[in-house]
């Protein structure tokens, strides 16, 4: 009894760290992008709202908190509520099978810093990814509008394309590691002595593909395309219910998928002890912003594509690729 | 540019024996009566090789019969000759010549929205600008300059409030009856064969308009089946304003029409005043007038390019873009004052001598920018997906081109090296060398890759134009002062008592132009910019007609975006590069 009340506590305090944690760096990354886009575009980004614009996070969460949010008239307003959930809980739900270091000991409690580690957590990390289209979704549905609807349908469009590609791409990795654990595959390339990006790159690329696509970013942000749809599927809403959805996709995903990358393909925490007992920590998370900052150095950077070039793109050499990859994997992997 | 010789005219006159051949001191025109006008401009077209469209418009002449004159102007691309047709209105009724040239459409609404003169043939005879509903055409003589009080725009809220008109702009409501749409019958039409079609509604407040044009897609899917150009926005009247100034007054008005190329305008509209008043333009000011047009034209072309590429999602162009047009900016603001509508030139000259220093910073400008187009063509030229979006995207043919009166970079896109400065030099484009660059498949990717080269042929203009204005005295005149139709420079008319008669005589009582009729062109940045002025006399033009380039260029979208999709829409729009202040005038 008191075992599972424990294991409940921790369990409680590990999620209040990473919600706690992940949430606070997304909003903060809102401010990187806005301090790197400025730099790359040469100008200097927002610089008024306390030290280097460090406030500035909190100053647009205020405005969109006190913002009176429009509901048009015509919304499905359960459905247009459920959009804003939607959005924003299967992002966060992938954070629950993120492994983020070794196992330690602290006060003879043997903790894992994953919240939980199931055996089918990569599985976990599909269905995630493809619940996260329903926000999308329910959006340009319920908002009743028609730049709402076209954007929506179109992430739909990218995301039944890429979901595809992203499981044969990952595949490759689960055959090398042999389980479907995220601490499994990060044990499997550190008793290696390899990460698995060495024997799956074009995996290790699809998956960069799957990744920008899965989170709308540029050159796969057609969903949005302001200047086609305005800002699509989310147009119609207002406030913080409006700031929901960037967070959501562009931040809380883009981290999410990035983490999840670290974990497949750039061998999790491992990496030199030359910090300390917070070395494993530091790796993970080096790792993961640096996937984070090329995707955010590719949003300012690239025009977009057309909805029928990226779903040609994904359905005619993505996916013959990704299936050559993981027959190929499976045949060295059977001989060796 | 010559106009008609006299072996052609002579031509045409033994085929046609009623048309009558006047050579004015500016331009040829052929008089025919209505019922040979199709014979003619097809005779025209197809045997005398004038098959580039330039323009058509009216005049109102309210005491004759017949009372309208139907204008045509067309342009010969092999013997590089322009003609005017002009025919009387039979009981306000004139044939339609869209079955000759595509564009005449736009320009017969036009006419019909201002003038109420009744197109025998028209598919689609519409208001342009004007509501429907309207019950006045706003260029005819009678109508008050100052507008008929009692009838304005009915608004959204005033329908709700219960009135009884049924308002334009509510599309979901009266959008059977809203009858500005193109070709709305068979609109219509298609919009009933498929339920699953949408009309996707864009504008007139839209990002990727550009300004205020309204846009309505019918769309299966992605995929544009039709499309209508709503325009009228931004119309002002800027004719019939015109028809009430003196010609001096009307400078500043021409800043408003393209915002974006405003010292261009001048320029074209100032040439179409000088050849109509015979002034001789100082050479100083001819190249201060060049070296600022191609300034202004870089400027134009920078923003089409940031604006283009912020379209297809490439968001950094749009400042890189932006930070040296701020250059160009400081330097027209330098000189004129102002750095939009700069209102810079003055008929007979420029307004200021050059300021203090300019040279030198254009010379650090002209250093520089060859590096920053590197980096623009570093960030698209190349690029992947750009070319996916962009090439064998929105193809114009030759024939096309003719056929919509396409001009400019759009004309040139497509092979046709249609470019005013070189065919019909003004300021100092006959001094300097430059190269036109042409494109040869005709599509999105050719129209960038043209503009882009423009910048770098308006940099060796400038480059021109600096060593020769530094070879100037300081004290060569920069304004005809002489001539009696041109305004002294201030510093004059404070020191002289001549000079500040002469000023107060002209603001007060005009240039009191001579008789006869103008038509006078600048190559902008969007097309040709073309002023037909027709004066009778006195200081204000009988009739001044505008044509426009990005007005002609924007009549070929509803074709090129048949079976394309909106994001193809987005990047075909950018590639023609409309300003609406130009189109609605």
């Known amino acids: 009894m008191t075992e599972l009340l424990i294991n409940l506590i921790i369990t409680l305090i590990k999620i209040l760290v990473v919600l706690g944690v992940f949430l606070g760096i997304g909003a903060y990354l809102t401010w990187f992008e806005r301090k790197l886009a400025g730099h790359i575009q040469a100008r200097m980004g927002p610089k008024l709202v306390g030290p280097f614009g460090l406030l500035q996070p909190l100053a647009d969460g205020i405005k969109l908190l006190t913002k009176e949010s429009v509901i048009p008239q015509n919304a499905d307003k359960p459905v247009y509520y459920l959009a804003v959930v939607m959005a924003v809980a299967p992002a966060l739900l992938l954070f629950s099978v993120i492994p983020f270091g070794p196992e330690f000991t602290l006060f003879s409690y043997r903790i894992k810093p994953i919240i939980s580690d199931v055996n089918i957590a990569i599985l976990l990390v599909f269905a995630f990814g493809s619940l996260a289209v329903y926000g999308t979704i329910f959006s340009g549905w319920a908002s009743n509008s028609k730049y709402a609807f076209l954007g929506s349908l179109r992430k739909a469009a990218v995301i039944i394309s890429y979901e595809v590609v992203l499981g044969f791409s990952v595949l490759g990795v689960l055959l090398l590691a042999g389980t479907m654990s995220t601490t499994g595959i990060v044990q499997a390339q550190i008793e290696r002595g390899v990460w698995f990006i060495v024997y799956q790159p074009v995996a290790f690329v699809l998956y960069l593909f799957c990744m920008l696509a899965e989170s709308g970013r540029v050159p796969f942000d057609i969903q949005e395309a302001e200047a086609e749809l305005v800002t699509g599927y989310n147009v119609e809403y207002g406030g913080m219910r409006f700031g929901v959805f960037p967070l959501a996709e562009w931040y809380l995903n883009t981290m999410a998928l990035s983490a999840i990358a670290t974990v497949l393909f750039l061998g999790g925490w491992s990496g030199p002890h030359i910090f300390g007992p917070l070395s494993p920590y530091i790796w993970f998370l080096v790792k993961m912003f640096g996937l984070v900052f090329f995707v955010l150095w590719l949003h300012w950077t690239l025009p977009r594509f057309q909805a029928r070039d990226i779903t040609e793109i994904g359905w005619k050499i993505m996916l013959p690729l990704s299936i050559v990859n993981v027959v190929i994997t499976a045949i060295v992997a059977h001989i060796l | ?585």
């Open chain 2, 1 to 585: 540019m010559p106009w008609m010789n006299r072996a052609t005219a002579d031509r045409v006159k033994f085929e046609f024996k009623d048309v009558e051949v006047e050579f004015t001191k500016h331009t040829t025109n052929l008089h025919v009566k209505q019922e040979r006008l199709i014979d003619l401009m097809k005779h025209l077209k197809e045997k005398e090789g004038y098959r580039h469209f330039i323009d058509h418009t009216c005049i109102d002449f309210p005491d004759t019969k017949e009372r309208f004159q139907g204008i045509y102007i067309l342009y010969n691309p092999d013997t590089n000759e322009r003609v005017i047709v002009k025919t009387w209105a039979k009981e306000g009724k004139l044939p339609s010549l869209e079955k000759l040239w595509a564009c005449a459409r736009w320009a017969e609404r036009e006419a019909y929205d201002m003038f109420g003169i009744v197109y025998e043939g028209h598919e689609n005879l519409r208001r342009m600008f004007m509501w429907e509903g309207y019950p006045y055409h706003p260029l005819r003589k009678d109508f008050p300059l100052e507008g008929i009080p009692e009838v304005e725009l009915p608004s959204l809220t005033e329908l709700y409030a219960g009135r009884t008109d049924p308002p334009s702009h509510d599309f979901e409501l009266v959008h059977t009856r809203v009858p500005t749409l193109e070709d709305l019958e068979r609109t219509e039409k298609a919009r009933l064969q498929k339920k699953a079609q949408l009309v996707l509604n864009w504008g007139p407040l839209h990002p990727g308009t550009h300004g205020t044009i309204w846009f309505l897609f019918d769309l299966d899917g992605e995929k544009v089946v039709q499309s209508d150009v709503i325009l009228g926005q931004l119309h002002r009247g800027m004719e019939k304003i015109a028809e009430n100034i003196y010609y001096f007054q009307f400078l500043p008005y021409t800043d408003r029409m393209d915002y974006i190329s405003a010292i261009c305008n001048e320029l074209s509209y100032a040439t179409a005043v000088e050849k109509l008043l015979g002034v001789e333009v100082p050479e100083k000011a001819r190249y201060i007038r060049t070296m600022f047009a191609e300034l202004q034209r870089i400027n134009s072309h920078l923003l089409w390019l940031g604006t283009g590429a912020l379209d297809l999602g490439a968001l950094t162009v749009f400042l890189y873009a932006f930070r040296e047009r701020e250059k160009i900016m400081d330097i027209i603001e330098g000189n004129a004052g102002f750095r939009l509508t700069s209102a810079f030139l003055r008929i007979g000259g420029v307004h200021y001598d050059l300021a203090e220093g300019t040279l030198d910073v254009i010379k650090a400008f002209i250093k520089d920018f060859p590096n920053r187009l590197k980096e623009y063509h570093n960030l698209l030229t190349r690029n992947r997906i750009w070319l996916r979006r962009t090439k064998d995207i929105g193809v114009i043919t030759r024939e096309d081109v003719f056929n919509y009166g396409l001009t400019g970079p759009v004309a040139r896109g497509s092979g046709v090296p249609y470019d005013i400065r070189k065919l019909e030099p003004y300021a100092a484009y006959d001094e300097v060398e430059f190269d036109i660059p042409v494109g040869e498949v005709g599509d999105v990717y050719d129209r960038y890759l043209v503009r882009m080269e423009e910048m770098v042929q308006s940099l060796r203009i400038i480059e021109q134009c600096v060593a020769k204005l530094e070879k100037l005295p300081k004290s060569a005149p920069y304004v005809n002062k002489e001539h009696p139709a041109v305004m002294s420079p201030k510093e004059y008319v404070f020191m002289d008592l001549e000079d500040m008669v002469k000023n107060f005589r002209i603001v007060v009582h005009g240039e009191n132009a001579p008789p006869g009729e103008v038509y006078s062109s600048g190559e902008n940045p969007r097309g040709e910019l073309g002023f037909y002025i027709y004066s009778t006399g006195g200081s204000k033009p009988y009739r001044l007609r505008i044509r426009s380039g990005a007005l002609y260029n924007l009549s070929i979208f509803p074709k090129l975006i048949q079976n394309g999709t909106i994001a193809d829409a987005i990047a075909l729009l950018g590639s023609l590069d409309p300003v609406v202040g130009e189109t609605d005038r």
